[in-house]
């Protein structure tokens, strides 16, 4: 009898813990990086969170990454969004124009401390309509070059920073060390992520050109104009003449050592190996023909209107990106705000870097940089460039052509 | 044509046959020893028929970035619940269609056969909103219900009732004289002989379910629920690089286990698959 | 005096009303199936064709024929019927005549055949995706494929990145998949054949060719015919391969139907659309089938 008593005990006792789960409210994130680095600072941050907010838990979905707006899309289709959202500078207009973000100028002003007015309003402008904020810029990140100088060395030729300080960092010279070094058996220079896929990462080459997919207000394509058709020509012949760049369908990766040089963000410094490191450099990209110039990759953070709890989700998000956490992801995501961007908060959130690698790289290019190019409809466009690039992609490509041809079909999906 | 060969037209036949089986067999044997080989080995050629040097860290890694056995479990329990729920529906649909007469069957067969016409592909769309309408979306009843009972089942249906057409009747007749139910006598005399049959169906039906790519991928979003052939391409780094090694080793995970049953039991495959009435 | 015709009255649970409602409830779960699961779909597939679904926005309009004319303005679509044609006509083409191939040569009485038999036929029971994944490995510019060309001194082409490789790639990586499927059902229609014919034409001194050419070949037509039908229709629902090692690339190239219409319903997010190629599937699917099944008659030999 008393074993019962006991047991019935035990039970009501496991029910009414259940019933406490069972109240709990569980926030979802999804986000692209699946990076250990990233992941911990993440949990961290969200354990601060629930520290002040009992019962609530947040879960951070790595979903993959060249697939990541698709997934999350079909996600919202099937009636399964996430409470809050990555979102791809590129995509941002999809998203901010829909109404299928909560609006967070409101809960960001009324967070304690947040100081919403030490945010760069610049950075703001992709994610905003009608004087509202729908998504908030956690990563202002300006595309570098990373640099492995024991290839170069190896090579016999100058490191970018000797070049640097000749005046001589180019895209010419660029390409030149980048082929040396792809003559001894590694590759030379890897545009991260582009893969002869994800093609908006030409980016951060073609704007040396000052070219561009389309005009600034979005409706005219100008993939043919001579700006781009020089930057392509550029590139193919880097590719298949000098071959600086892999070519389609040969993999290498810049962090584990088989490359000269990387294009990529300085949140990847994340990657660099930490054991048997290279010696490594981060530098502004080179200049191109149309002079010095910066590319800028944003990341905001958006909260979904269906959610459940998404005034609870924008609260998080507030309390992400305060003054303290903002210096903390500052380790790998440069913050928006004014008073963080300064060479000595950001040397301390990332170790990895050095002043001058900050100054150069990081704040010298949040300053001028552009941000990669966006469109509504992107999926759309996006797919139909990839698919008529491909016939640039081959030794014997007639470039200008191939962009004529592509200009004549995404002009339609432009216009819409 | 079943003449004795001449030893020398033998010779020929077997340096055909030994030339012909390389595409058939080398991917599988690449697979299998390139996930055992260190990445840097893989692409190195004259590829090593057996590694020279073994790393299973591929094999480790599978299950640690991804819930690899959840997905295991998920692909085996869908084929399996899928399987049997397939031979009991169109073993009950294909034996009434071929013994039974009731009023308008010629009519409902050809319903029924509709399905043959219109591949699951033509309605995925509809189907993804039902499923969402019912809060079925991420969840793995789409995989379980449409090829029970939706199109992918009218193919075992027809190759149950071509069987039962075939089969004679004395047995049944004699069965229903002693006053026998309709479900006893399908259940104990014609289901038992249609065993052969049934293999056939089976096989067919856990290949299909085992291999769905299209409706996994667009109905389930989150790793967890994932099915195997979704999960296979997901290995990729951070940033979306495929991880080759790991990739491998989960593709030999998926593909071996199967492929051993096979090569057990060859012989049941091989019949079973000519019974399915197509030989016309 | 009235006649008791009571006592004549047959029960009302005739053995033939039994038997009709057991067949009901037989066939009953299936049946629910298919309308829930194929024709209420159908219908469904042609309400939404005449509307564009907005997910992000979440709403769902009326555009009429809207979709309709952009399938006839489409400029890709040509294109990807012309891959879908390719791919179905080589799949279909290579996949037969290399399944009877192989099934008259596994057919032959000698020594371990069966071994050959389960070899080739071992690709079918291999995961689809990792088969494919494999072959992707195998084809790549500097995959081992290319390796043994080079070994024997011819310079292997970069095979998925041009449209003509990257075609053949995708069609021979599918019929080496599935090609044993068909080369069982071929065996099994090779061995119905009566041994007395071939005796008789031996007898009549008939060569080996036209043996086959007069007796199995008629013989065996309506396996063929079955055969292709099956292996058509699957040809135009292929997805997965195209998937992992093309995704439709380079260009258009591979893009057939089925990716297309996945692209446009589940990347676009054009469900609308996509559901207007699925119409069109249906009906390309239908046609074939018709056409397939008038050509019996003039090209399949019945005994009876």
Same mark, same amino acid.
Request: aromatic share 10%.
């Given at each position: 009898m008393k074993r019962l008593t006991h047991l019935l005990a035990a039970a009501t006792l496991l029910a009414s813990a259940g019933l406490a789960g069972a109240a709990d409210v569980n926030l979802r994130m999804t986000i692209w990086s699946a990076n250990k680095s990233h992941l911990d600072l993440f949990n961290a941050i969200a354990a601060d969170f629930e520290k002040t907010h009992p019962g609530v838990g947040v879960t951070f979905d790595s979903l993959a990454f060249d697939s990541y707006t698709t997934t999350l899309t079909t996600q919202i289709a099937g009636g399964n969004a996430p409470d809050l959202a990555w979102i791809f500078e590129t995509s941002a207009p999809d998203f901010v124009a829909s109404g299928a973000l909560a609006p967070l100028t409101e809960t960001l002003k009324a967070a =304690?401390?947040? $100081?919403? $007015? $030490?945010?760069?309003p610049a950075t703001l402008e992709l994610w905003s309509t009608g004087g509202e904020i729908y998504a908030y810029p956690f990563s202002t990140s300006p595309f570098g070059v990373f640099v492995n100088n024991d290839l170069i060395k190896a090579a016999g030729k100058p490191t970018p920073a000797e070049l640097i300080a000749e005046g001589k960092w180019t895209w010419d010279s660029a390409v030149d060390l980048a082929a040396a070094v792809a003559a001894n058996g590694k590759a030379g220079l890897i545009v991260r992520d582009f893969d002869y896929k994800l093609w908006d990462n030409l980016a951060t080459i073609w704007n040396g050109w000052g070219a561009a997919p389309w005009s600034a207000d979005g409706r005219t394509c100008t993939m043919a104009d001579q700006p781009m058709a020089d930057a392509m020509a550029f590139i193919h012949d880097a590719i298949f003449e000098k071959k600086a760049m892999p070519a389609p369908g040969v993999s290498a990766d810049f962090f584990a050592g088989d490359a000269a040089m990387t294009i990529t963000q300085i949140s990847r410094a994340s990657l660099l190996p930490k054991e048997n490191p290279f010696d490594w450099d981060l530098v502004p990209l080179p200049a191109g023909p149309a002079g010095k110039y910066a590319v800028i990759g944003q990341a905001g953070i958006g909260v979904f +209107?269906?959610?459940?709890?998404a005034a609870l989700a924008a609260e998080f998000l507030a309390f992400m990106t305060n003054p303290d956490n903002a210096a903390k992801l500052a380790a790998y995501f440069p913050p928006p705000r004014k008073s963080q961007l300064t060479t000595d908060i950001l040397a301390k959130a990332n170790p990895l870097l050095t002043a001058e690698q900050i100054d150069t790289v990081v704040i010298d290019g949040i300053a001028t940089g552009k941000v990669k190019p966006g469109h509504t409809g992107l999926a759309e466009i996006h797919q139909a460039v990839r698919a008529g690039l491909d016939a640039a992609w081959? =030794?014997? +490509? $007639?470039v200008p052509a191939t962009l004529a041809a592509i200009c004549r079909r995404i002009e339609p999906l432009l216009a819409r | 044509m079943k003449t004795e060969l001449s030893p020398r037209l033998k010779l020929v036949l077997y340096g055909l046959l030994c030339v012909l089986a390389v595409p058939f067999v080398f991917p599988t044997w690449w697979m299998v020893t390139s996930s055992m080989k260190p990445v840097s080995d893989i692409f190195a050629f004259p590829p090593a028929l057996i590694p020279t040097t073994y790393d299973f860290s591929s094999y480790a890694d599978v299950f640690r970035l991804q819930p690899f056995a959840r997905q295991y479990f998920n692909s085996a329990y869908i084929a399996a619940v899928v399987t049997a729920g397939t031979m009991l529906v169109a073993s009950f649909s294909g034996y009434a269609f071929a013994r039974i007469r009731f009023p308008g069957h010629n009519a409902l067969f050809l319903v029924v056969l509709t399905g043959l016409l219109i591949p699951s592909e033509v309605t995925i769309v509809p189907l993804f909103r039902m499923f969402l309408k019912w809060g079925m979306i991420n969840t793995h009843w789409p995989l379980i219900l449409v090829p029970i009972f939706g199109a992918p089942s009218v193919f075992a249906t027809f190759v149950m009732r071509q069987f039962f057409i075939a089969l004679p009747g004395e047995l049944e007749e004699a069965a229903r004289v002693d006053g026998l139910s309709r479900l006893k006598i399908f259940w104990t005399i014609a289901l038992p002989l249609a065993r052969p049959a049934l293999a056939a169906v089976a096989i067919f039906t856990f290949l299909h379910s085992w291999n769905l790519y299209l409706e996994p991928v667009v109905y389930l979003s989150n790793p967890s629920v994932f099915t195997l052939p979704q999960a296979l391409t997901q290995y990729v780094d951070a940033y979306g690089g495929p991880m080759w090694n790991i990739q491998l080793a989960a593709a030999t995970l998926t593909a071996l286990p199967v492929l051993l049953v096979f090569i057990v039991a060859q012989k049941h495959f091989v019949e079973g698959l000519a019974h399915t009435g197509l030989k016309g | 005096m009235t006649a008791d015709d009571g006592s004549y009255r047959r029960p009302f649970w005739t053995i033939e009303r039994r038997d009709g409602v057991v067949g009901l409830l037989f066939v009953a779960p299936q049946l629910v199936g298919i309308v829930l699961f194929v024709l209420v779909p159908l219908a469904l597939v042609f309400w939404y064709s005449l509307h564009e679904w907005n997910v992000l926005a979440n709403t769902f309009t009326f555009k009429g024929a809207a979709n309709y004319r952009k399938l006839l303005e489409d400029p890709t679509l040509p294109e990807v019927l012309g891959a879908t044609a390719l791919f179905s006509a080589g799949l279909v083409v290579l996949n037969l005549g290399l399944a009877l191939a192989l099934a008259l040569l596994v057919n032959q009485?000698?020594?371990?055949i069966v071994v050959f038999r389960t070899l080739f036929f071992s690709p079918v029971v291999v995961s689809l995706v990792a088969w494919t994944i494999v072959w992707g490995f195998l084809l790549q510019a500097n995959g081992t494929i290319n390796g043994f060309l080079g070994a024997l001194g011819i310079e292997g082409p970069n095979w998925l990145r041009h449209p003509t490789t990257a075609m053949i790639s995708v069609v021979v990586v599918q019929v080496f998949k599935n090609v044993g499927l068909n080369m069982v059902l071929f065996l099994a229609a090779l061995q119905g054949v009566p041994n007395e014919l071939y005796e008789a034409a031996r007898v009549d001194g008939a060569p080996r060719f036209k043996q086959f050419r007069r007796i199995t070949l008629p013989l065996i037509s309506p396996t063929i015919l079955l055969t292709s039908i099956i292996t058509v229709v699957g040809s135009l629902q292929v997805f997965a391969q195209i998937a992992v090692l093309t995704q439709g690339g380079p260009g258009v190239s591979t893009t057939v139907l089925v990716y297309y219409l996945y692209q446009q319903?589940?990347?676009?997010?054009?469900f609308g659309y996509g559901s207007t190629l699925a119409i069109l599937l249906f009906v390309i699917v239908l046609t074939l089938t018709v056409l397939q099944w008038q050509m019996r008659r003039r090209l399949v030999f019945y005994e009876n």
């Open positions: =304690p401390g947040y $100081d919403l $007015d $030490d945010v760069n +209107a269906s959610s459940k709890n081959v =030794p014997d +490509a $007639d | - | 009485k000698l020594r371990g319903a589940f990347q676009f997010h054009l």
